[in-house]
């Protein structure tokens, strides 16, 4: 199955991270990660921290997660923290998805704490229902289906009523850290800021997630609900 993560930023892929590690080593699934933005204010409290540097280092961080699967990044190029839904940002969605022949799709919930997150799951759920649309022509040519959709986490207090859990057993939450890890600019940014990296956090996550299902560690996901995007529950480990 051909699977893409679509998000705003590098790094918001590791709320699915064990989740693709699961179905690329268990399934051999094709994994492929979009940014939306390029990533460019992560360098976050630095105020004069070089823009295009910053994306630079982004840029090879992402690249480095998605060559761990074997797989492709995609930066859509837009400024971090002022994407807006545009007719250019759909269409360029729209082509990405087809030429990467998506199935599946991870993205943002439509209820988040950050704006780019929010205006990233409202693109990707109308760019993958535009997919199979032959009267919107791109490069490639429309998909026989549009992909499914499961939304990620934002955490707790913005609504988010999770229905479908991938238990992570130690050898995944170990190898998702480790690939977290590979953001290497933007752990050292929560690290200063907090003392622990996202790693930590997100393994700390997992664990309260995993505990709800009897398990050691979880990811939890809820299916997009909208028509032609509702995605079949047993693609999930």
Known sequence: MNI????????DEMNCLGTLLRLHRERGDRISFVALTNGDRGASWTPDAPLAETAA???????SVADAFGGTYVCLGEPDEFLFDTTDVRMRLIETLRALSAELIFTHNPAEYNQDHVTTAQVTCHAALMT????IPTSSAALARAPGIFHLTPGEGYGFD???FVALPPEIVAEKSRLIRLHVSQNEVIRERGGRDFADRMEERDRATGARIAQDAAEVFRPCLLDR???????LP
Do not use: K, L, W, Y
């Open 162 to 164: 999770g229905t479908h």
């Open 4 to 11: 893409v993560c679509v998000t705003a930023h590098q790094d």
């Open 57 to 63: 280092v982004r840029a090879a961080e992402m690249q």
């Open 132 to 135: 199979e649309i032959a009267s």
């Open 229 to 235: 995007r509702i995605p079949f529950g047993n693609v």
